[in-house]
C-alpha cells in the first residue's frame, strides 16, 4: 500500500480536515470582526459525497485519523452526517472534532451518540469576563455544562485548547485554575502559542508570549514531560501522578516543530495544503466528482508530497497565505 511520506522521511497519517469557514465566535487572535464571506472565493463547502471519497482516499495512503475542524463545523446543518459517514464508510478509524462549544450543553448528547473518538474544545480562560472579551460571547457556563454533560453520557477523549495571550490569560492565578480544573478531571489541557496570521500582525506584536512562560510553571511544579503516539498532534505533554488530568504545549516557533510533522489540511473547499502556514497547495476538488476517480486522486496527493517544505518558517516571520486561522482549520 502507498503510504503518505515526504522527501524529509516523516510519513502522514493525520488529516485535518474543514468542512466550513463560517464561526459564529469572534475570537480577537482569529476573527475579531466575526465570520466575513470572501468574495474572491465563489465555490461552495464540500459537500457530504466529496467529503466521504476524500476519506476513503486517505484511509487507502494509510491515514488513520481525521480532524474535523472549521471555522466551527457544528454550524453545518448536515454536520452529525458527516460524523456518521466518517466512522461508518470511510475506513477511517479515529475520527475527532475541535469545536468552540457554541450550545454544547445541548450538543453533548448528540455528540456522545455519533461515536466520535474525541473532542478538543477551545477555551481561552476559565474566568468568564476574560472569556467575554477573547470571543465576544458571554458562554462560559454553558460549554463548562456542556463537558460535564460529555462526561455523564461517558464520553472520555476530552480536550481543552486556549491560546496563550500576553497579561490576558498568561499569570499564574491562570496556570493554577487550569491546574485546579484538571486535578480531579479527566481532561487535558493545552496552550497554544499565539500565530501570527496575514491579518493579526499588530494583534500578534501586543499579545504574543513565548509558550515557555507556561512551561517554566510546567517545571517549578514538577510535571513529567511524555512522549506521544505515531499519530498524535503536535502538543508536547505533561503529566503529574496526583492528577487526573495532563498539561500540554503546542510551540510553532520552537525549534524543532516541525521535524515530528505528521499532519495534511484539506480545506473547507477542497484545497490540499501541505502547511498550515505554507504558500504551497492544490485544489483535488476535481477528483471528488464519482467514485472511479480514486486512483488518479491518490496518484495527485502522492506527488504533492514531494513539495512538502521542512519547516513553516514561522519564527522568521513568513505566515504564507494564511489570512486567519479560520481559512485553514487553524
Same mark, same amino acid.
Given at each position: 500500500?502507498?503510504?503518505?511520506?515526504?522527501?524529509?522521511?516523516?510519513?502522514? !497519517? @493525520?488529516?485535518?480536515?474543514?468542512?466550513?469557514?463560517?464561526?459564529?465566535?469572534?475570537?480577537?487572535?482569529?476573527?475579531?470582526?466575526?465570520?466575513?464571506?470572501?468574495?474572491?472565493?465563489?465555490?461552495?463547502?464540500?459537500?457530504?459525497?466529496?467529503?466521504?471519497?476524500?476519506?476513503?482516499?486517505?484511509?487507502?495512503?494509510?491515514? +488513520?485519523?481525521?480532524?474535523?475542524?472549521?471555522?466551527? !463545523?457544528?454550524?453545518?446543518?448536515?454536520?452529525?452526517?458527516?460524523? +456518521?459517514?466518517?466512522?461508518?464508510?470511510?475506513?477511517?478509524?479515529?475520527?475527532?472534532?475541535?469545536?468552540?462549544?457554541?450550545?454544547?450543553?445541548?450538543?453533548?448528547?448528540?455528540?456522545?451518540?455519533?461515536?466520535?473518538?474525541?473532542?478538543?474544545?477551545?477555551?481561552?480562560?476559565?474566568?468568564?469576563?476574560?472569556?467575554?472579551?477573547?470571543?465576544?460571547?458571554?458562554?462560559?457556563p454553558e460549554i463548562l455544562q456542556g463537558i460535564k454533560n460529555?462526561?455523564?453520557?461517558?464520553?472520555?477523549n476530552i480536550k481543552i485548547n486556549g491560546v496563550l495571550l500576553?497579561?490576558?490569560?498568561?499569570?499564574?492565578?491562570?496556570?493554577?485554575?487550569?491546574?485546579?480544573?484538571?486535578?480531579?478531571?479527566?481532561?487535558?489541557?493545552?496552550?497554544?502559542?499565539?500565530?501570527?496570521?496575514?491579518?493579526?500582525?499588530? @494583534?500578534?506584536?501586543? @499579545?504574543?508570549?513565548?509558550?515557555?512562560?507556561?512551561?517554566?510553571?510546567?517545571?517549578?511544579?514538577?510535571?513529567?514531560?511524555?512522549?506521544?503516539?505515531?499519530?498524535?498532534?503536535?502538543?508536547?505533554?505533561?503529566?503529574?501522578?496526583?492528577?487526573?488530568?495532563?498539561?500540554?504545549?503546542?510551540?510553532?516557533?520552537?525549534?524543532?516543530?516541525?521535524?515530528?510533522?505528521?499532519?495534511?489540511?484539506?480545506?473547507?473547499?477542497?484545497?490540499?495544503?501541505?502547511?498550515?502556514?505554507?504558500?504551497?497547495?492544490?485544489?483535488?476538488?476535481?477528483?471528488?466528482?464519482?467514485?472511479?476517480?480514486?486512483?488518479?486522486?491518490?496518484?495527485?496527493?502522492?506527488?504533492?508530497?514531494?513539495?512538502?517544505?521542512?519547516?513553516?518558517?514561522?519564527?522568521?516571520?513568513?505566515?504564507?497565505?494564511?489570512?486567519?486561522?479560520?481559512?485553514?482549520?487553524?
Open positions: 500500500m502507498n503510504i503518505l511520506k515526504d522527501s524529509f522521511g516523516r510519513t502522514f !497519517p @493525520y488529516i485535518r480536515m474543514s468542512i466550513t469557514d463560517v464561526c459564529n465566535f469572534k475570537c480577537g487572535y482569529c476573527l475579531p470582526n466575526g465570520y466575513q464571506i470572501d468574495r474572491s472565493d465563489s465555490r461552495k463547502f464540500l459537500h457530504l459525497d466529496e467529503i466521504k471519497r476524500l476519506a476513503k482516499c486517505f484511509s487507502e495512503l494509510g491515514v +488513520r485519523k481525521i480532524r474535523i475542524t472549521g471555522g466551527e !463545523p457544528t454550524v453545518r446543518k448536515d454536520f452529525y452526517e458527516i460524523i +456518521r459517514i466518517l466512522k461508518i464508510e470511510s475506513g477511517i478509524k479515529n475520527v475527532v472534532i475541535t469545536t468552540n462549544g457554541y450550545h454544547l450543553d445541548r450538543k453533548a448528547k448528540f455528540l456522545a451518540n455519533t461515536g466520535l473518538n474525541g473532542i478538543n474544545i477551545s477555551i481561552d480562560s476559565l474566568n468568564r469576563e476574560t472569556f467575554k472579551n477573547i470571543t465576544g460571547h458571554d458562554r462560559l460529555l462526561q455523564d453520557f461517558g464520553f472520555e500576553n497579561e490576558i490569560n498568561s499569570t499564574k492565578k491562570d496556570f493554577d485554575e487550569w491546574s485546579n480544573f484538571i486535578q480531579n478531571n479527566k481532561i487535558d489541557f493545552r496552550y497554544i502559542e499565539l500565530m501570527q496570521t496575514g491579518d493579526n500582525l499588530e @494583534y500578534f506584536k501586543k @499579545y504574543h508570549i513565548p509558550s515557555k512562560v507556561f512551561k517554566n510553571y510546567l517545571d517549578e511544579n514538577k510535571w513529567i514531560y511524555q512522549t506521544f503516539g505515531k499519530d498524535a498532534g503536535p502538543s508536547l505533554n505533561y503529566i503529574n501522578p496526583e492528577y487526573k488530568g495532563k498539561f500540554g504545549i503546542i510551540a510553532p516557533y520552537s525549534k524543532d516543530f516541525c521535524k515530528s510533522c505528521n499532519r495534511l489540511r484539506i480545506t473547507s473547499r477542497g484545497d490540499l495544503r501541505l502547511c498550515l502556514f505554507g504558500n504551497t497547495g492544490i485544489s483535488v476538488r476535481h477528483l471528488l466528482q464519482n467514485d472511479n476517480q480514486l486512483s488518479e486522486l491518490k496518484d495527485l496527493i502522492l506527488k504533492q508530497m514531494q513539495f512538502k517544505k521542512e519547516s513553516h518558517y514561522l519564527e522568521l516571520g513568513k505566515t504564507g497565505s494564511t489570512k486567519n486561522l479560520s481559512k485553514t482549520g487553524g
